[in-house]
């Protein structure tokens, strides 16, 4: 599939002072709704049941603000699972300005006999690309929403629909409305790279046998730019001073590819913030590194 320009979701309007999140029927305390407003995804928000009525929730948003993409996850939502994200410009919900409609997971047919019969995709025919992602902390499905164009809102309205989920609840680690930057021309072919860093604990015994404590895999995708226009310095500059390296982000790599969607893209930090220099000719040129969250 061709490859369509990358997706950076920064500024997470959810994280501002003033946010409320409320609706449907969510637990409380330690896995109240509010844990969608914190950075480690470990700390989830968990609903009371499957039901369509329990597993929605409405963020009002401080004041209106421009977004452009809106992410919910990670999730132990099943293949199946839809989402659907309704942006209002007031409180009041009376003035729709954006309907994502109803989102399914990205994902690709496969040939059944490739599978195990416990994979869902054995019986539903497909499998989504978040099954080899792995389980753990910072893992698992998320549903990810670019705007066509940036809009103004005040209102996100959220609906999950995976009513017969075994499970009888849902997990949700984070929900993202941010600024998405779509640079006018997309990351060099040469230079960029998505590595894997391997977190898990190693001991040496002295016998000289080595002893594991099995951790997750981190990603990390480097890309950069040798010419972009002066126009897009701004926001470069803005996606540099307002995220540092320590407010999330999010990178999706190829949003039109749905075989690789969601093995690329994820929730992270700037790795260190990106650089901006200026060529003889008028453009610019960047480079950035973001580190995945766990």
Same mark, same amino acid.
């Given at each position: 599939? =061709? $490859?369509?320009?990358?997706?950076?979701?920064?500024?997470?309007?959810?994280?501002?002072?003033?946010?409320?999140?409320?609706?449907?029927?969510?637990?409380?305390?330690?896995?109240?709704? *509010? @844990?969608?407003?914190?950075?480690? +995804?470990?700390?989830?928000?968990?609903?009371?049941?499957?039901?369509?009525?329990?597993? $929605?929730?409405?963020?009002?948003?401080?004041?209106?603000? &421009?977004?452009?993409?809106?992410?919910?996850?990670?999730?132990?939502?099943?293949?199946? #699972?839809?989402?659907?994200?309704?942006?209002?410009?007031?409180?009041?919900? *009376? #003035?729709?300005?954006?309907?994502?409609?109803? /989102? *399914? +997971?990205?994902? &690709?047919?496969?040939?059944?006999?490739?599978?195990?019969?416990?994979?869902?995709?054995?019986?539903?025919?497909?499998?989504?690309?978040?099954?080899?992602?792995?389980?753990? /902390?910072?893992?698992?499905?998320?549903?990810?929403?670019?705007?066509?164009?940036?809009?103004?809102?005040?209102?996100?309205?959220?609906?999950?629909?995976?009513?017969?989920?075994?499970?009888?609840?849902?997990? /949700?680690?984070?929900?993202?409305?941010?600024?998405?930057?779509?640079?006018?021309?997309?990351?060099?072919?040469?230079?960029? &790279?998505?590595?894997?860093?391997?977190?898990?604990? $190693?001991?040496?015994? !002295?016998?000289?046998?080595?002893?594991? @404590?099995? !951790?997750?895999?981190?990603?990390?995708?480097?890309?950069?730019?040798?010419? +972009?226009?002066?126009?897009?310095?701004?926001? /470069?500059?803005?996606?540099?001073? !307002?995220?540092?390296?320590?407010? $999330?982000?999010?990178?999706?790599?190829?949003?039109?590819?749905?075989?690789?969607?969601?093995?690329? =893209?994820?929730?992270?930090?700037?790795?260190?913030?990106?650089?901006?220099? !200026?060529? &003889?000719?008028?453009?610019?040129?960047?480079?950035?590194?973001?580190?995945?969250?766990?």
């Amino acid at each position: 599939m =061709a $490859q369509s320009n990358l997706a950076l979701l920064y500024e997470n309007r959810v994280d501002l002072d003033g946010v409320t999140l409320s609706g449907g029927s969510w637990q409380t305390g330690s896995l109240g709704l *509010a @844990n969608l407003r914190t950075p480690y +995804l470990a700390e989830v928000a968990r609903s009371m049941s499957t039901a369509v009525a329990d597993t $929605q929730f409405v963020c009002n948003l401080p004041q209106p603000y &421009s977004i452009g993409g809106i992410a919910l996850g990670p999730t132990d939502l099943r293949p199946s #699972a839809l989402v659907r994200f309704r942006s209002y410009a007031d409180s009041s919900m *009376a #003035a729709l300005v954006d309907d994502s409609g109803f /989102i *399914a +997971l990205p994902g &690709s047919t496969v040939d059944q006999t490739t599978l195990a019969w416990e994979d869902p995709g054995f019986w539903e025919g497909i499998t989504q690309e978040f099954d080899d992602v792995g389980k753990g /902390i910072g893992k698992g499905a998320t549903f990810i929403y670019v705007l066509p164009v940036r809009v103004t809102a005040a209102t996100i309205k959220v609906e999950i629909f995976d009513p017969g989920n075994p499970v009888g609840y849902f997990d /949700i680690g984070r929900f993202f409305v941010s600024r998405t930057w779509r640079p006018t021309y997309n990351y060099d072919e040469q230079g960029n &790279s998505l590595d894997f860093e391997a977190i898990t604990d $190693q001991e040496d015994g !002295r016998s000289g046998t080595t002893y594991y @404590n099995a !951790r997750a895999m981190r990603r990390t995708f480097k890309f950069g730019f040798s010419y +972009l226009p002066t126009s897009e310095y701004r926001e /470069i500059y803005q996606i540099a001073v !307002r995220s540092g390296i320590h407010n $999330q982000i999010m990178v999706v790599p190829n949003p039109g590819d749905p075989s690789t969607y969601l093995r690329e =893209a994820f929730f992270g930090t700037l790795g260190q913030p990106p650089s901006l220099r !200026r060529m &003889s000719t008028p453009y610019i040129a960047t480079e950035f590194v973001s580190r995945e969250s766990l």
